[in-house]
Every structure is written in structure tokens, then in C-alpha cells.
């Protein structure tokens, strides 16, 4: 069940169109890298391939079934800055099993340590915590993963271990990877193709 982007269209306002007519597909267990200028509009996609918003133009289908904006089980987001996407006041317990309740091997290829269980989110450092919101994401049924910066502001030893235990669990598991970076060295390493340009 392939992640198609058809024809899809987007613009902020009366702004200029991002993109238009842009076709994307992410097969099962495929790493594809997305790199593009600054500002070029990499994100606002990564958030309508998720079902954040629905496109202007165009349709998101997941294994060929379209999908309404507000699905977020088969495909899932995970961002830049994982203090963004947790809520502050809950401990990480809470916050992992925010989706689904995590197994000891996710847990494991991810490094997340049961000694993080009681703290808040700001008690963890940021690696720390994408590693959880990458765990938090990895439900049984995740199929696509949008990766958007997801090391960006990592130092490269926490990114290595995140990008080691991720694209193991995607290969085990057929988890497609649409991997957003402005790295393109990191995306020539871990990508079987690399989408550059807007079209
Ligand atoms: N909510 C919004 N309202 C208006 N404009 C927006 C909004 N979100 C993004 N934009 C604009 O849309 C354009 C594309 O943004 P987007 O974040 O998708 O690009 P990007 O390719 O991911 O950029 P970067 O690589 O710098 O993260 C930018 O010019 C941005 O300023």
C-alpha cells in the first residue's frame, strides 16, 4: 500500500502557489529523501502527506484510498523540535503511551530507558526526547513515517543513534520513510532515492 501525493497544490492565503501539480509516492519500506531550498514548501508537504491539512489541489491516498484531513494512524509526522510536540506537564510515561503502549524492542532500538519513565519533558535532553516521540510514533499501525528534521539539531553522535534504530525498525517493519533534510549528505547515505526538486 503505497503513500501517493497526486497533483497535489498548496498556498499560504492569496500568496503565491508552493508547489502545484506535484506527484509524490513513498512505496512500503522505502527510505526517500525530500531536499529542497529553504522556504521551497518541504514541510507544508510533509503536513499534507500526514493528514494535517487537507491539500488545495490535488489528493493524499494511502494504499490507494483517500484519505480525509484528519487521519493520523497510517501515516505519521514526526518534527524538528520534539518540545513542541509534547504536552509539558506530562510525565514520559504518559506521554509514550500517548498512541499505543510501547514494546521493550522498540524501546530498546530506540535507547529509550526506562529511568526517563517519571520525568517531565524538560527534565530530558532533546535527543532524549525525539528518541520518545519517534517511540510515540512507531504504533502498530504506523505505515509511513514523515521524518521532518528530525536530527537538524542534534549533535551528529545522537543523531547517528537515532537514524541506526529508526531505519532498523522501518526495514523490520515495512515502514515507509519520507526523510525531510537539508543534509543532503545524510540523505545520500540513508535513502534508496532522493526526490531534490518540486514539480
Ligand atoms: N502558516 C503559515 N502561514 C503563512 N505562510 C506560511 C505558513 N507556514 C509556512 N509558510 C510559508 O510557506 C513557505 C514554505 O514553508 P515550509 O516550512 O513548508 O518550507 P520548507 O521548505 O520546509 O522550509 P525550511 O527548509 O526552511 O524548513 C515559507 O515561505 C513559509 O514562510
Known amino acids: 500500500m503505497p503513500l501517493e501525493g497526486k497533483g497535489l497544490g498548496w498556498r499560504y492565503g492569496s500568496g503565491d502557489w508552493l508547489f502545484q501539480s506535484l506527484n509524490i509516492t ?6 526517500v529523501g525530500l531536499f529542497g531550498p529553504s522556504g521551497s514548501g518541504k514541510s507544508t ?16 491516498l494511502v494504499g490507494g484510498k483517500r ?25 514520559m510515561k504518559r506521554v509514550l503511551c500517548e498512541g499505543w503502549r510501547p514494546d521493550d524492542s522498540t524501546l530498546a532500538a530506540m535507547g529509550v530507558i526506562p529511568g526517563w519513565s517519571d ?6 535532553s532533546g535527543g532524549q526526547l525525539q528518541r520518545c516521540c519517534i517511540v510515540r510514533a512507531l504504533g502498530p499501525d504506523t505505515r509511513y513515517l514523515i521524518a521532518d528534521e528530525i536530527t537538524a539539531m542534534l549533535d551528529a553522535v545522537s543523531a547517528v543513534q537515532i537514524w541506526h534504530g529508526l531505519l532498523r525498525i522501518a526495514e523490520e517493519r515495512r515502514i515507509g520513510l519520507l526523510v525531510i533534510s537539508h543534509d543532503q549528505a545524510l540523505l545520500e547515505r540513508i535513502c534508496d532515492r532522493i526526490v531534490a526538486e518540486f514539480h
Open 26 to 31: 513513498v512505496l512500503p519500506g522505502e527510505v
Open 45 to 60: 508537504l510533509g503536513r499534507l502527506l500526514a493528514g494535517y491539512m487537507p491539500p488545495m489541489q490535488g489528493e493524499v
Open 67 to 91: 484519505r480525509s484531513g484528519h487521519e493520523h494512524d497510517a501515516v505519521q509526522l514526526i518534527h524538528q523540535h520534539p518540545q513542541l510536540a509534547v504536552n509539558p506537564g506530562w510525565r
Open 119 to 124: 520525568r517531565f519533558p524538560g527534565e530530558l
